[in-house]
């Protein structure tokens, strides 16, 4: 990483998270972007074959908008180790969860790359719960994160959630069953005070608001916040949308607040959380783009499309102009009516295999 990107990382992960208008936050983000885009083509072999064959290669002037930064599709992931560091500087790899035989996507993490992605997802959990580590509940297993040096995206992000509680218990046990007991007791131990809730969408339902149901309970935890995200594709297969997630948490948990956010392995840190509104809220250090499935062009509010999300943040491998699989539509920005500047959006689940295709297509695969 050059010196000045450094510099602007470092500057961007002191402002608000939210704190700057789309304008302000193009004006600092585009030049550095610019940048890394260059680095990325440097140093990433399979990156720069993929700028050479589908953008025909670099600009030879300054990128204008952020839209037209070279971006690569995140199943890349899945089928190469990008990397933009040599291997002796490799702090720790990532892994997606997927299902058995399903292929994982693996990223490659430098100390730089790990220590800004992390102080960005404590700057974006701060905005929300604020800066007291509270006492802390995960609807999981421990077993998730018991390898430190290749962790799933899962053990990823419980290990990044724990350092905003204390004395976390886990829900479930080994086998996925409810600790209804423990769990008990821990509340009992904390009565009156906030308690913070985390866990994965589908597991936080299937094994927690389901099995507290079908006790017919509900825990004491009126002062909490539950924070989930991912595992949406099963929910939508049993209709579950949002909506009746957060009724049915409320019911079960007995929490006061429920949030959700959109992430990826790819992208750690740059997180985008709920705002008041229900939309999702993009923060200093990252946007997000809506692009027709078949045409790639860059969408306007209201259209659906697929989502591009960018982030100043990897530096280790080029992850910070990615086109995801899931489909969305951006809504506004810098809305008054939630204190927050950038841009909002919604995203609407995975997007049906003919338009992926009609994206995929596009990409050469590197030699």
């Known amino acids: 990483m050059t010196p000045h990107l450094k510099q602007v990382v470092a500057q961007l992960l002191t402002e608000a998270p939210f704190g700057l208008t789309q304008g302000e936050k193009e004006a600092r983000l585009l030049p550095a972007l610019d940048e890394l885009t260059r680095e990325h083509y440097a140093r990433c072999a399979e990156f720069r074959r993929v700028v050479e064959v589908v953008f025909g290669g670099l600009s030879t002037l300054p990128y204008a908008t952020m ?36 292929a994982v996507s693996r990223v490659v993490l430098d100390r730089d790359t ?31 994160i018991k390898d430190r040096a290749s962790f799933s995206a899962r053990g990823a992000g419980i290990l990044g959630m724990m350092q905003f509680g204390r004395q976390p218990l886990y829900a479930f046990r080994e086998d996925m069953s409810f600790d209804f007991e423990g769990v008990g007791k821990y509340l009992a131990a904390h009565a009156g005070q906030p308690v913070l809730f ?59 607040q429920v949030i959700n956010f ?52 990897p530096h280790s491998y080029p992850g910070h102009s990615l086109l995801t699989e899931d489909l969305g539509e951006w809504i506004a920005t810098d809305q008054p009516e939630t204190g927050l500047g950038g841009r909002s959006f919604l995203v609407h ?3 049906p295999r003919s338009e992926i295709r009609g994206c995929s297509e596009t990409y050469v695969q590197p030699e």
């Open 114 to 144: 790990a220590t800004h992605q992390a102080h960005a997802l404590v700057r974006i959990m701060q905005q929300f719960v604020g800066k007291q580590r509270l006492p802390m509940v995960i609807l999981d297993h421990p077993g998730v």
């Open 349 to 351: 689940g995975r997007a």
């Open 198 to 256: 985390f866990g994965f969408t589908f597991m936080a339902w299937e094994h927690g608001v389901r099995a507290l149901r079908e006790r017919n309970l509900r825990l004491n935890a009126a002062n909490g916040v539950l924070i989930h995200s991912g595992g949406w594709k099963k929910l939508e297969a049993a209709r579950v949308d949002a909506a009746t997630f957060a009724t049915g948490a409320r019911e079960t948990l007995g929490v006061g």
């Open 67 to 102: 839209a037209e930064l070279p971006f690569i599709p995140v199943s890349l992931f899945k089928r190469f180790e990008l990397r933009s560091v040599p291997p002796e500087e490799t702090f720790r790899v990532l892994t997606s969860s997927g299902t058995t035989g399903q």
């Open 262 to 313: 959109y992430g990826m392995v790819e992208q750690v840190g740059s997180v985008f959380f709920e705002n008041k509104l229900g939309a999702l809220q993009a923060p200093v250090f990252a946007d997000v783009i809506v692009r027709d499935p078949f045409t790639l062009k860059p969408l306007p509010a209201g259209q659906r499309g697929l989502v591009q999300v960018i982030s100043i943040l």
